[in-house]
């Protein structure tokens, strides 16, 4: 166990749909990271946040968004959903300072 | 973008052979990570360098940082079907402060 929860652990939705993935990050780790891993594909770096602050976007499609609230924990928004999206969706978090992250168990998510 | 070349895409093993799979870039590295994923579930961190040269092991697994910064290298001991799974590496360049991933070495167990 990483320490990093995210829910739901699976989501099944209709195109057009939006829907919010949340992620808790280990206890004081500052920084989140989202990722977007397709069927048998590699980890997609989507955005990353810093102790609320966004510090560095990846490939994240204009109809994705992210934030971080007060207490670290994390939500991506995915809106006007297309099958496309359907992916596994991690979320990692880092201490301040280090590389090393941490992967939550992930979100699958499928669209219908 | 900045590129790391992970290799092999996939590798057919019998139980007890050991394993050897790489990173390689043209681009210099400050900081080497290996992961391993198991089907459904998120990566999870087996090694990390720091240092030029560094070699580093975790029980069977064994990883060093490449001389020239440019490259890293993963070996497996004696493998047991439980290391079946896909290992990505993750660098960190020396003008950035972000993770390169390679697209990861699946490493299947013949029956």
């Known amino acids: 166990d990483s320490g990093v929860t995210q829910t739901p652990k699976h989501l099944i939705t209709a195109t057009g749909q939006r829907v919010t993935l949340r992620c808790s990050p280990r206890?004081?780790?500052?920084?989140v990271y989202w990722y977007q891993q397709s069927l048998d594909q590699g980890l997609q770096f989507l955005i990353q946040?810093?102790?609320?602050?966004?510090?560095a976007k990846g490939n994240i499609l204009e109809r994705f968004s992210a934030q971080q609230f007060p207490d670290l924990h994390s939500e991506l928004n995915l809106s006007s959903l297309e099958l496309g999206d359907s992916a596994l969706y991690f979320c990692?978090?880092?201490?301040?300072?280090?590389?090393?992250?941490?992967f939550g168990p992930g979100t699958r998510l499928t669209v219908t | 973008g900045q590129q790391l070349n992970q290799s092999p895409q996939s590798m057919f093993i019998q139980e007890g052979e050991d394993v050897s799979m790489n990173c390689t870039s043209s681009?210099?590295?400050?900081?080497w990570l290996w992961y391993k994923q198991e089907p459904g579930e998120g990566p999870v961190l087996l090694i990390a360098l720091y240092k030029a040269g560094e070699l580093t092991s975790n029980g069977r697994l064994t990883a060093q940082f490449g001389i020239t910064r440019k490259d890293s290298f993963l070996n497996i001991s004696a493998s047991i079907p439980s290391d079946v799974g896909i290992y990505f590496c993750a660098g960190q360049l020396d003008s950035n402060y972000q993770l390169i991933w390679g697209a990861g070495t699946k490493l299947i167990i013949k029956p």
């Open positions: 681009s210099i590295f400050n900081t």
């Open positions: 946040y810093y102790n609320g602050e966004e510090r």
């Open positions: 206890s004081g780790d500052l920084s």
């Open positions: 990692a978090s880092s201490v301040a300072g280090s590389y090393e992250q941490y």
